[in-house]
């Protein structure tokens, strides 16, 4: 397979904090011309079968997928898994283990919103969560946009959800080698997620990614979403400086508040080598 393909590795379902189900966004992205496609929900490997299934009947190539929420150097960072067995007994414990302070931390960022009187923060973003185990972020901001209190999840993110602000929490995650021990151990490979996303020194990158391939992860994502075009450049030069694979996916999570569709991207640059050429074998 060449970097000519249009790969779409990275989307959320309402297994995490998609809108969409597996096999509507397994449709969405067949129709939007998407040769192979993951599904990389939050910390959940619970949408795979279904997605893999939806897949294969509308003869899509397609490969397991994660975003696994990991801290390092004290601020979250997303590692994506590819092609992994996903059933694999560390793997989906690990998840388990990575989902399970949410909930608490969902109760306190209800607290801090009640503080600046807005109330019924907590059961207005579960009526949002498909999954209960899973209660994110996004699922709070939609709820803000519902109740008139923001125009839109952007909106809510500035003012409410990010540091500083009364909605947010301070969490950790799994750690970076963990997370990629996880998927490494399952068959599949890391990908660090959306690098340009993490407002980075020059020194705290050269640590993240020196860690991250110490630990066996092998690829970065360098045509997404999150990034601009400037910012693919400037990770495609990356990915050959640290002799990474390099990935492509649009991060889509709902028609109404995603701007980037499934498999709408440019193609990776042609003399990077492509995640999915070393995923050959785990491609259903
Ligand atoms: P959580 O894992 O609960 O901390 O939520 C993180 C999720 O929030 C990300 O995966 C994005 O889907 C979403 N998110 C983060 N920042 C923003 C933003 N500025 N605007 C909209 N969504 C955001
Ligand atoms: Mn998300
Ligand atoms: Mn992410
Ligand atoms: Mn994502």
Redesign the pocket.
């Known amino acids: 397979m060449t970097s000519i393909l249009n790969a779409d590795l990275h989307c ?1 379902s309402v297994v995490s ?1 998609g809108t969409l189900t597996p096999e509507a966004l397994a449709e969405r992205a067949h129709r939007n011309g998407v040769e192979l496609w993951s599904l990389t929900d ?2 959940e490997v619970g949408g795979q079968h279904r997605a893999a299934a939806a897949a294969k009947a509308l003869g899509m190539k397609y490969l397991t997928g994660t ?1 696994i ?1 990991i801290t390092f150097i004290g601020k ?1 960072v ?1 590692i994506v898994g590819l092609g992994f067995d996903a059933d694999d007994p560390e793997l989906v414990a690990g998840l388990r283990q990575t989902r399970g302070g ?1 909930y608490e ?1 969902a109760v306190e960022m209800a607290e801090g919103l009640a503080r600046v009187g807005i109330a019924g923060a907590l059961e207005g973003a579960l009526q949002f969560a498909g999954n209960p185990e899973l ?4 699922h709070f ?1 939609r709820f803000l946009v519902e109740s008139g209190v923001c125009k839109e ?2 909106e ?3 003012k409410y ?2 540091e500083g602000k009364p909605g947010f929490v301070p ?1 950790r995650w799994a750690s970076l080698k963990d997370a990629v021990g996880w998927i490494h151990r399952a068959g599949g490979i890391a990908v660090i997620a959306h690098p340009a996303r993490y407002g980075f020194s020059a020194n705290e990158e050269y640590a993240l990614f020196s860690e991250f391939i110490a630990h066996g992860g092998r690829g970065v994502e360098v045509i997404t979403g999150s990034h601009s075009a400037a910012e693919c450049i400037t990770y495609a030069q990356a990915a050959t400086e640290y002799g990474l694979a390099a990935s492509r996916g649009s ?1 889509f ?1 709902s028609p109404d ?1 995603s701007h980037t569709e499934l498999g709408t991207l440019p193609y990776l640059p042609g003399h990077l080598t492509p995640v999915w050429e070393l995923l050959a074998e785990r491609v259903v």
């Open positions: 959320h904090d939050h910390d975003e929420s979250t997303h949410r931390r209660v994110s972020r996004t901001a999840t952007n809510v993110f500035r959800l990010t969490h991060d999570h508040e």
